[in-house]
């Protein structure tokens, strides 16, 4: 046998706080918190990026992070479905931008959501909070943790490093990623106590910190009465030394676009092995079963000869070699143990909705779901292309962008939208990536030479099913043309020909097909 260390991912599963007694007023609670919080993503001159916030009244006022929205060009939102029915609309402007707090008043073109309600009291170390929001994209989720402090700006700039902050702070052991700054930390009664903004970054597990309450009130009163000002003339124009979206940013290699032919390559190479592939999503189900099972016989202990060799690992499993589905398996605490199982849980439960709801090759949302979730594999042999990774474990974050990871015993620096949250022995998240050439990296102080790998984004992928030439077909099936997609809007899209004449073609006239395709990338509208 051979010890292999896994830290699996962070909570995913969407609640608002932890009842000790009764189940039934945590989903209560679930349901009414998710109403008031917003998935936002911004448009800026250098990509796109994602992050949350929260409505504080019935007129569109919401609060998120400054540094969600610097450099913003646009902004959409997108609020829980309620009945099935999502709601969605844009950020107006902003009343009110304090970068010492990362805070920003702003106004939403929605106002049919409800508000959520601002704690009047500051919590005490030990409370039970929850951080909900948007990390790495995966809409209206939640991590549970504690208050570990309440800090003084004194503190943040004494005991932090960080002498630029104001205001207080709320320190918490919550998992906070990617995605989650802007979001409300909430109480057991479901009051915001602070909004997430610092999260930790590579080995600093768990050292997460939001501004209070208090200072979102006092924001909120300042915002009051204030003019609306755009996002263009306001947000738009920051770019403080916090960003952490700007492609390359940090990085120590360049962000590279992904090639539209390796797009291609991808895409047609999963149509081609269709079958195949959702027979391996099929499979990875009963695989998770298994592992679950191993999982829930488990210790909620680390013993010292386990883990000694990585001494921060939540998670520990043993891997037998000579014997299939004999692995042991290691918790730091019965809370670890039950959240890791939670989190595979949560994984099985999507493949088991993936196996219902993809259809067929020519169904552009069923391609676009497969291809995200189980694409043809990665050949870490051919430059330039694309490939579906299973399973990426961190060994060292170096920046906000790019990791050093084993995949299949070899190590490769991996470029990721945000290395928030992930620490040593946990695994990045399964998806498409991009062979991206070789650098020179410092592996246990020698230098090595590695294969550069780039994690494409859902936008990229979206972008992918529309781009190349491609055949557009009308209602009837008996028109179609071979074009390229250009732009569209609410009524209309923007075709080129291979003769390079340029259509504009009205969506409703578009086969089904087609205009599920267009729903699927829904770009933000142009200012």
């Given at each position: 046998?051979?010890?292999?260390?896994?830290?699996?991912?962070?909570l995913?599963?969407?609640?608002?706080?932890?009842?000790?007694?009764?189940?039934?007023?945590?989903?209560?609670?679930?349901?009414?918190?998710?109403q008031?919080?917003?998935?936002?993503?911004?448009?800026?001159?250098?990509?796109?990026?994602?992050?949350?916030?929260?409505?504080?009244?019935?007129?569109?006022?919401?609060?998120?992070?400054?540094?969600?929205?610097?450099g913003?060009?646009?902004?959409?939102?997108?609020?829980?479905?309620?009945?099935?029915?999502?709601?969605?609309?844009?950020?107006?402007?902003?009343?009110?931008?304090?970068?010492?707090?990362?805070?920003?008043?702003?106004?939403?073109?929605?106002?049919?959501?409800?508000?959520?309600?601002?704690?009047?009291?500051?919590?005490?170390?030990?409370?039970?909070?929850?951080?909900?929001?948007?990390?790495?994209?995966?809409?209206?989720?939640?991590?549970?943790?504690?208050?570990?402090?309440?800090?003084?700006?004194?503190?943040?700039?004494?005991?932090?490093?960080?002498?630029e902050?104001?205001?207080?702070?709320?320190?918490?052991?919550?998992?906070?990623?990617?995605?989650?700054?802007?979001?409300?930390?909430?109480n057991?009664?479901?009051?915001?106590?602070?909004?997430?903004?610092?999260?930790?970054?590579?080995?600093?597990?768990?050292?997460?910190?939001?501004?209070?309450a208090?200072?979102?009130?006092?924001?909120?009163?300042?915002?009051?009465?204030?003019?609306?000002t755009?996002?263009?003339?306001?947000?738009?124009k920051?770019?403080?030394?916090?960003?952490?979206?700007?492609?390359?940013s940090?990085?120590?290699v360049?962000?590279?676009?992904?090639?539209?032919?390796?797009?291609?390559?991808?895409?047609?190479?999963?149509?081609?092995?269709?079958?195949?592939?959702?027979?391996?999503?099929?499979?990875?189900?009963?695989?998770?079963?298994?592992?679950?099972?191993?999982?829930?016989?488990?210790q909620?202990?680390?013993?010292?000869?386990?883990?000694?060799?990585?001494?921060?690992?939540q998670?520990?499993?043993?891997?037998?070699?000579?014997?299939?589905?004999?692995?042991?398996?290691?918790?730091?605490?019965?809370?670890?143990?039950?959240?890791v199982?939670?989190?595979?849980?949560?994984?099985?439960r999507?493949?088991?909705?993936?196996?219902?709801?993809?259809?067929?090759a020519?169904?552009?949302?069923?391609?676009?779901?497969?291809?995200?979730?189980?694409?043809?594999?990665l050949?870490i042999?051919?430059?330039?292309?694309?490939?579906?990774?299973?399973?990426?474990?961190?060994?060292?974050?170096?920046?906000?962008?790019?990791?050093?990871?084993?995949?299949?015993?070899?190590?490769?620096?991996?470029?990721?939208?945000?290395?928030?949250?992930?620490?040593?022995?946990?695994?990045?998240?399964?998806?498409p990536?991009?062979?991206?050439g070789t650098?020179?990296?410092?592996?246990?102080?020698?230098?090595?030479?590695?294969?550069?790998?780039?994690?494409?984004?859902?936008?990229?992928?979206?972008?992918?099913?529309?781009?190349?030439?491609?055949?557009?077909?009308d209602?009837?099936?008996?028109?179609?043309?071979?074009?390229?997609?250009?732009?569209s809007?609410?009524?209309?899209?923007?075709?080129?020909?291979?003769?390079?004449?340029?259509?504009?073609?009205?969506?409703?006239?578009?086969?089904?097909a087609d205009?599920?395709?267009?729903?699927?990338?829904?770009?933000?509208?142009?200012?």
């Amino acid at each position: 046998m051979f010890v292999r260390l896994s830290v699996l991912f962070s909570l995913l599963w969407v609640s608002c706080f932890i009842s000790q007694t009764n189940a039934q007023d945590l989903a209560d609670t679930i349901e009414r918190c998710e109403q008031s919080v917003v998935r936002i993503e911004v448009t800026e001159d250098d990509g796109r990026s994602l992050g949350s916030g929260f409505v504080v009244d019935d007129n569109g006022t919401f609060v998120t992070n400054c540094h969600v929205l610097e450099g913003a060009k646009t902004a959409r939102v997108t609020f829980p479905k309620r009945d099935g029915v999502e709601t969605t609309g844009e950020v107006l402007g902003t009343f009110l931008i304090d970068q010492s707090r990362d805070i920003v008043i702003g106004k939403l073109s929605v106002t049919s959501q409800p508000a959520i309600e601002l704690a009047t009291e500051l919590p005490r170390k030990g409370d039970r909070v929850t951080a909900l929001g948007s990390p790495r994209g995966l809409s209206f989720t939640a991590t549970t943790g504690i208050v570990s402090a309440v800090r003084s700006q004194q503190e943040m700039a004494d005991e932090v490093g960080d002498t630029e902050r104001r205001g207080t702070w709320i320190q918490v052991d919550a998992a906070l990623s990617g995605g989650n700054s802007g979001g409300p930390l909430i109480n057991a009664k479901g009051e915001v106590v602070a909004m997430s903004t610092l999260a930790s970054i590579g080995a600093a597990q768990n050292l997460n910190f939001g501004i209070s309450a208090a200072d979102i009130k006092q924001a909120v009163s300042q915002a009051s009465g204030k003019p609306l000002t755009s996002l263009a003339d306001g947000v738009g124009k920051i770019k403080s030394k916090e960003s952490h979206r700007a492609a390359g940013s940090e990085g120590l290699v360049p962000h590279r676009e992904v090639p539209e032919s390796a797009l291609e390559g991808y895409i047609a190479e999963g149509k081609t092995s269709f079958s195949d592939l959702l027979l391996g999503l099929r499979r990875e189900a009963a695989s998770l079963t298994a592992k679950m099972k191993e999982m829930r016989a488990g210790q909620p202990f680390i013993p010292p000869a386990v883990g000694q060799a990585k001494p921060n690992s939540q998670v520990v499993r043993v891997v037998d070699t000579r014997r299939r589905g004999n692995n042991q398996w290691f918790f730091r605490s019965e809370n670890v143990k039950r959240d890791v199982i939670a989190k595979s849980n949560e994984r099985f439960r999507e493949i088991s909705r993936l196996k219902t709801d993809i259809k067929s090759a020519d169904d552009p949302e069923s391609l676009y779901e497969l291809l995200w979730n189980a694409g043809p594999p990665l050949d870490i042999r051919k430059d330039g292309s694309i490939g579906f990774v299973n399973e990426a474990i961190v060994i060292h974050a170096y920046n906000s962008h790019d990791l050093l990871v084993v995949i299949d015993d070899s190590i490769y620096l991996m470029w990721v939208e945000s290395t928030a949250g992930l620490a040593l022995g946990e695994e990045v998240l399964p998806g498409p990536v991009f062979v991206n050439g070789t650098a020179t990296v410092q592996v246990e102080e020698t230098s090595q030479a590695v294969t550069v790998l780039q994690a494409v984004t859902k936008d990229e992928l979206k972008r992918g099913l529309l781009g190349g030439v491609r055949t557009w077909k009308d209602t009837s099936g008996n028109f179609s043309v071979k074009a390229k997609y250009l732009s569209s809007d609410a009524k209309q899209v923007k075709l080129q020909d291979e003769g390079g004449k340029e259509l504009a073609v009205p969506i409703h006239k578009l086969s089904d097909a087609d205009q599920r395709l267009l729903k699927l990338y829904s770009p933000p509208p142009a200012k």
